[in-house]
């Protein structure tokens, strides 16, 4: 009987060529989702995770894999390479591929196809693939069907294989693009679809197999957008940069993946900070506490004459409506996601200096006294040491009665977001899911420098808990320190519920899914929908409300299962040791 195992196929000669050089350049991870026509792809990836030189992750939901590696390519700023078969598995791919490109996110899409001859013919598991997702991509090619097996890695097909990978790395890392995003290589095979990897593999993908040069943490007087993703968080850029004189009265807005860089400048600059919950900018000195009212205030918002824009601001209407003012002069800093244009006259830049001259030290006071004024301290009130301490009876019954009132006090959005804000830390990783809670947590946490992650560039509610489990898995590797904790409602948490199943073998994240259960869908009850809709169809279309059960989900999936319904239940699970994955239900009130 021959031994198919030890016959060189074209198909895996390819695979070998493509993954190495995308390997001995940096790249990773590799997330596959099993399928026939992929077989070479995926059992090269496997040889590459048993040579020590990937990172392989294996996910049977095709939109659960993107998601991964959209969350593994936000965490390192470095893509991860996606690999499926035939058919509607790529289809899958593209609400992945979406949010990495209205986010700016890197992310490598390995599709295998048919061989042309094939396609619209009716063959089994095939539709037309090129082109699928061309609105979003940084770059896509059709490769040729290879043809020939190489016996080193000098070879014709190696070499033009290798040239590929190398413009693919290139262009989802932004190169001669406005920012960094999705690339599509599809891949047709013909049969035989798998054969013995090539002997030249692990030393082609070694060679120059170094991590990708990462950005300093300067403090340099440039700043450019997008310190949000990866680990390039304040880097002096060599770009042309707008000087920004601090005349004007001037206030730093820092949207999603804002990064530490307008915290820096709006401190060079003496400006207040509005920051997002989700931009990674809020900390630091010159941050305002409940921003939303201030910006309503004719005082304070209505003397705004100068807005600078780092990231994409989502979360409020009144950031909103600031930045749609035609009195008002807008730039926006260029970073990794969608620019920002909304008043239709904002002028987009690189990068940002603080020009000379003397600031505003009234307005910027202004600001931060209205600013400790609207601070809301949520943490539970102190223990009376003198009254427990007390040997008067009625004194230490009165003390210990109060401390049991307040272990009973019943979770609500207000105290949820505020565990998990004081229980992470900058080791650790804070991912928001698409939810009502996050508005919660907008809207009443105060300064923390904590790296938080969230999909703000389509605000959907997909793949969020594999994008938070794309984060803990990258953020951990090499026995890094740190929890990943997510933070999402009860419907975007079934949403991406397929995403709880892991295969054994992998290494297990330390990742904590926090769900806030309400029931339904409550995000809508402050939108335009509640004031025309009438009850009995707001609950059947809009809320969609749900009565599943996450015990039962959790341990049908491995999961360690919490029910937290107290505030002081809630901050021992959160700061308990944890070396695995957990799922913590909290119920809310709807």
Not at 84 to 93: D, H
Not at 123 to 140: C, D, K, M, V, Y
Not at 570 to 584: F, H, K, M, N
């Amino acid at each position: 009987m021959v031994d198919i195992a030890r016959i060189a196929a074209p198909a895996t000669d390819a695979a070998a060529a493509l993954l190495a050089g995308l390997v001995s350049r940096g790249v990773r991870h590799i997330v596959v989702s099993p399928g026939s026509r992929s077989q070479a792809l995926a059992l090269v990836a496997a040889e590459l995770e048993r040579a020590g030189l990937i990172h392989l992750h294996v996910r049977i939901d095709e939109r659960v894999a993107g998601f991964t590696a959209l969350g593994i390519g936000r965490e390192t700023g470095m893509p991860a390479a996606v690999v499926c078969t035939s058919g509607t598995a790529v289809a899958n791919l593209l609400p992945a591929a979406l949010e990495a490109h209205h986010a700016g996110v890197p992310l490598l899409l390995l599709t295998a196809d048919r061989p042309p001859e094939l396609r619209g013919v009716g063959a089994n598991q095939t539709t037309r693939q090129p082109g699928l997702f061309r609105s979003a991509i940084r770059l896509e090619a059709d490769l040729a069907v290879p043809e020939a097996t190489d016996d080193d890695a000098t070879g014709e097909q190696t070499a033009e294989l290798d040239a590929v990978a190398a413009a693919a790395l290139a262009a989802a890392l932004g190169e001669g693009a406005r920012a960094a995003g999705p690339v599509h290589l599809n891949v047709p095979f013909r049969e035989p679809l798998a054969g013995a990897a090539p002997a030249w593999l692990a030393e082609r993908a070694a060679s120059g197999a170094v991590p990708a040069e990462e950005n300093s943490d300067g403090s340099g007087a440039l700043y450019q957008g997008g310190g949000g993703i990866g680990e390039a968080d304040v880097a002096p850029v060599a770009e042309a940069a707008h000087m920004v004189d601090p005349g004007p009265r001037t206030v730093v807005v820092a949207g999603a993946d804002a990064g530490d860089a307008a915290e820096q400048f709006a401190h060079d600059g003496g400006f207040p900070l509005v920051a997002e919950v989700v931009s990674g900018a809020r900390f630091g000195r010159q941050i305002v506490h409940g921003y939303r009212a201030l910006l309503s205030d004719p005082e304070l918002g209505g003397r705004i004459e100068r807005v600078v824009v780092f990231g994409r601001p989502t979360l409020s209407r009144e950031v909103t409506r600031l930045l749609m003012r035609d009195d008002v002069e807008v730039l926006a800093v260029r970073g990794p996601g969608e620019p920002v244009n909304l008043n239709g006259s904002t002028l987009a830049v690189d990068a940002v200096r603080v020009g000379p001259g003397e600031n505003d030290r009234a307005w910027l006071g202004d600001w931060m006294r209205a600013s400790r004024a609207a601070a809301v301290d949520l943490s539970p009130p102190a223990p009376d040491a003198d009254g427990l301490a007390s040997a008067v009876p009625h004194e230490r019954l009165g003390a210990i009665n109060a401390e049991v009132e307040v272990m009973r006090v019943p979770l609500d959005r207000a105290a949820l977001v505020d565990a998990l804000w004081r229980a992470s830390w900058p080791h650790d990783r804070l991912v928001f899911g698409s939810s009502r809670i996050v508005r919660v947590a907008d809207e009443l946490l105060g300064g923390k420098k904590v790296t938080v992650h969230s999909n703000r560039g389509l605000a959907g509610i997909d793949g969020t808990i594999a994008t938070a489990t794309g984060v803990a898995l990258a953020s951990q590797v090499d026995e890094r320190p740190g929890v990943t904790r997510l933070l999402l409602g009860d419907l975007a948490f079934l949403h991406d519920m397929g995403a709880l199943l892991l295969p054994p073998g992998e290494a297990e994240p330390r990742l904590q899914v926090v769900v806030g259960n309400d029931g339904g869908g409550t995000i809508f009850d402050g939108l335009e929908v509640a004031t025309v809709a009438g009850d009995d169809a707001m609950s059947r279309v809009q809320y969609t409300p749900q009565t599943a059960r996450l015990e039962q989900l959790a341990l049908a999936f491995g999961w360690e299962y919490h029910r937290c319904t107290t505030r002081v239940a809630l901050d021992q699970v959160l700061t308990a040791p944890t070396g695995g994955r957990q799922l913590i239900e909290v119920p809310l009130p709807r």
